[in-house]
């Protein structure tokens, strides 16, 4: 699942991987919890003949390094606006999958001048994801196995929950090995750090960028409310469902992702 060319900038104190491919309007991908989630949507022929695509390891991913775990919420939405800084790009159109999503969200919040545009895919808002009583025990007890030496077992349930079992199988063939190489920053960083972080209907209301809220088809029902509550919160947002996906959409439908967000931007 690598990625050939990339760069490397020290920001915030990290060391970060980056790729910055091609001209035109920038985009930048923000991964969820796994490193090389965007490498398929990154090489689709209708963003790579149309924008400027930036994307990034973020701390403890691929070849970023980590001084230190939780990473918050803040500091990821720091490490995007100083990425861009590096770049000399002021304004982009942001496309987040999963906890990218939640990171995009935060970003769209402390740099609203530097946000175009928000895709968010599924991103796990606390209160939403938390308020299923399954997901969360499902979560504890992925944490506790992980905790116990048990990676590999750790990941399998927490992919189930998120996934859905329905969709596991295909999907932990080709991704398993990749999901399993990242415990350590989902475990020690990302999920910690999900649960303090405040992302209401009163923070939404902020938000004044266009959005454009996907889901897979056959996501897991506590990701399907989060995709019915962004509208409830975010009016502006526009909702579409991919299709021959779950909750992993840039993995799973690569091409209908890169459709739906040409369109999107395309309206702008």
Not at 88 to 95: A, F, Q
Not at 150 to 162: H, I, R
Not at 247 to 253: A, G, I, R
Request: glycine share 8%.
């Amino acid at each position: 699942m690598a990625q050939a060319n990339s760069k490397f900038t020290k920001i915030n104190g990290a060391d970060l991987e980056y790729w910055d491919i091609g001209s035109g309007p920038p985009l930048l991908f923000i991964h969820g919890g796994m490193g090389a989630e965007c490498v398929k949507i990154l090489r689709e022929p209708g963003l790579t003949s149309r924008y400027r695509l930036i994307h990034f390891q973020r701390r403890g991913y691929g070849g970023s390094s980590c001084p230190e775990m939780p990473v918050s919420f803040a500091q990821q939405s720091a490490d995007c606006q100083a990425l861009l800084e590096v770049l000399g790009v002021p304004m982009v159109d942001v496309v987040g999958q999963s906890y990218g999503g939640a990171i995009s969200l935060q970003f769209a919040l402390d740099a609203p001048q530097m946000v175009r545009s928000l895709t968010v895919i599924e991103p796990p808002i606390p209160s939403v994801i938390f308020s299923s009583e399954d997901f969360a025990a499902l979560g504890q007890q992925a944490g506790e196995l992980y905790q116990r030496g048990q990676p590999n077992e750790a990941v399998e349930l927490f992919g189930k929950a998120v996934i859905g079992e329905q969709d596991w199988g295909a999907f932990a063939q080709e991704w398993l090995e990749t999901w399993v190489g990242d415990a350590e920053i989902l475990f020690e960083s990302d999920l910690p750090a999900l649960a303090p972080w405040v992302f209401d209907r009163a923070a939404a209301s902020r938000i004044t960028q266009p959005v454009l809220n996907l889901r897979g088809v056959t996501t897991p029902e506590v990701f399907e409310a989060v995709w019915e509550t962004i509208p409830r919160w975010i009016p502006q947002a526009r909702s579409q469902v991919i299709q021959d996906a779950s909750h992993c959409v840039l993995q799973m439908n690569p091409a209908g992702a890169a459709r739906a967000i040409i369109d999107h931007l395309s309206d702008q």
